[in-house]
């Protein structure tokens, strides 16, 4: 508890010195200065090695630099604590709120989420004392940092998956194998979801915590971003809009109360490794859906019976069959009852009122 204090106080400070220190000013001789750093750093050869005698490589591409985002910053601008050369080993993390903060002179972005990563998984996690937690450097690259627009950036959509791959090995396996992956990765589309456009980009949380966006009771609303839509449903096949249908259900009804253990999206489809039902590998293949329906804390002994019924059923759409003609006499049923309750009422109330009027004229 003592460390994870000390670490936070750490990291407070940290940001109150950047908000206090003005940010570096662009110097037409960058190129200049970096060519002092090259005499080391530009020699493919140059590296240290760790205490656990793990090689670290310390070779910069100067060509990565020029063509990146920070092309006209100096080495210096980020590695604040270079004053000499040689520099003293090892450095101190590069702080890039020095320059990212809101109203910042220098023209960097400030629409970053700073507040929300020191509360996300990954904040924490570092908070805690975890290295191997990502900073800014490790989603968005060291020294060729590029705009997410473009192609060859790690935070651009299609890079996305491969940038948190480097960590989420095994989901990402599951993801590029998917119907999203393989549409986003092999196919360029993308209307396909990336990790940020379920996860999140800066404030992810874990998929316990109620305010998560891929939580049990949000990941509807979550896939609802896409497959609300029937616009989006129709361009890609769907015939039905399965957000609303699900809401319809059961399952949809006791989400929206809140229930954690009733089955969502993800419970069916699974979070990453989602494929179409023609697939036989997908979850909710006819062949495979006994398995899904009976999974542990569902429904325990399912057999083949499951995969006879029809899922995501609009009661709407005359496609529904008996549903769509059962739906419509109740509703018909509801609504007759209703006017005819309605009518009995006004017609008491006549009475009544007609009754009222005759007593008072018999009393005088």
């Known amino acids: 508890m003592r460390r994870l204090l000390a670490l936070a106080a750490a990291f407070f400070v940290a940001d109150l010195v950047t908000a206090q220190a003005p940010p570096p000013e662009p110097n037409g001789n960058a190129a200049a200065a970096a060519r002092q750093c090259n005499i080391c750093h530009g020699k493919q050869e140059f590296k240290t090695v760790r205490p656990d005698g793990s090689v670290r490589p310390l070779f910069v591409d100067e060509a990565a630099i020029r063509d990146s985002v920070h092309g006209k910053w100096q080495c210096t601008d ?3 604590d270079v004053d000499k050369i040689p520099h003293p080993a090892p450095l ?5 709120q020095r320059c990212h903060f809101g109203g910042n002179p220098v023209g960097a972005p400030e629409r970053i989420n700073y507040e929300g990563y020191v509360k996300s998984v990954h904040g924490r996690l570092r908070l805690a004392g975890n290295t191997k937690a990502p900073l800014c450097q490790d989603c968005h690259g060291t020294h060729g940092i590029r705009k997410h627009t473009d192609p060859t950036s790690r935070v651009n959509k299609a890079q996305v998956p491969s940038t948190c791959g480097r960590c989420h090995v095994e989901i990402y396996a599951d993801y590029q194998r998917s119907t999203h992956g393989q549409s986003l990765l092999t196919k360029g589309n993308l209307d396909a979801p990336s990790c ?3 996860h999140g980009e800066h404030s992810i949380l874990a998929p316990k915590e109620t305010a998560s966006d891929v939580s049990a009771t949000n990941i ?37 109360l809140g229930s954690k253990k009733v089955a969502q999206c993800a419970s069916c489809h699974t979070a990453h490794a989602v494929l179409p039902a023609a ?24 057999n083949a019976n499951y995969a006879r019924g029809r899922f995501h059923i609009d009661p709407t759409n005359r ?46």
């Open 78 to 80: 980020c590695h604040a």
């Open 92 to 96: 101190a993390q590069v702080n890039c």
């Open 196 to 198: 940020t456009d379920c």
């Open 220 to 256: 509807p609303e979550t896939c609802s971003h896409c497959h609300g839509s029937m616009a989006f449903n129709t361009k890609y096949e769907i015939p039905i809009n399965p957000v609303k249908t699900f809401k319809h259900t059961f399952h949809g009804i006791a989400n929206e």
């Open 279 to 302: 697939d036989p590998q997908s979850s909710v293949n006819p062949a495979n859906i006994p398995a899904t329906c009976g999974k542990s804390g569902c429904h325990e002994g399912a």
């Open 319 to 364: 496609d529904s069959g008996i549903i769509y003609w059962v739906a419509l006499f109740f509703k018909i049923l509801t609504i007759s009852t209703l006017a005819a309750l309605l009518v009995h009422i006004l017609l008491d109330l006549v009475k009544k009122l007609r009754h009222g009027h005759a007593g008072g004229h018999h009393g005088e």
